[in-house]
């Protein structure tokens, strides 16, 4: 454990971003997971409006640091195209 005082306040610091990253990221996990079930279900309207959703949860994400901005516009990307592709395949 550190002994100096600035490093007693980073350790608090570390503890408040993991504790605020961690609660992030499982509201980023739940949003994707919840486009691709739709997606897999061959929902189109649950996945439409899941995805809105999801588009600004990725981006709060990446706009606090807890995920890289390529990240979150891979991930914003490769949910679109998938519901693209299923809006596609339901127009047939």
Same mark, same amino acid.
């Given at each position: 454990? #550190?002994?100096? *005082?600035? #490093?007693? *306040?980073?350790? %608090?610091?570390?503890? !408040?971003?993991?504790t605020r990253n961690r609660a $992030? *990221?499982?509201?980023? %996990?739940?949003? $994707? *997971?919840? !486009?691709?079930v739709a997606v897999e279900e061959n929902s189109l309207e649950d996945a439409q409006a899941a995805l809105k959703v999801a588009i600004p949860t990725i981006n709060r994400a990446a706009s606090k640091g807890t995920i890289h901005k390529s990240n979150a516009a891979r991930k914003v990307s490769r949910?679109?195209?998938?519901v693209n592709a299923? #809006? #596609?395949?339901?127009a047939q």
């Open positions: 454990m #550190a002994n100096h *005082k600035s #490093a007693l *306040k980073r350790h %608090r610091q570390s503890l !408040v971003r993991r $992030i *990221k499982s509201v980023l %996990r739940t949003s $994707i *997971k919840t !486009v691709r949910l679109t195209k998938s299923l #809006a #596609a395949a339901n």
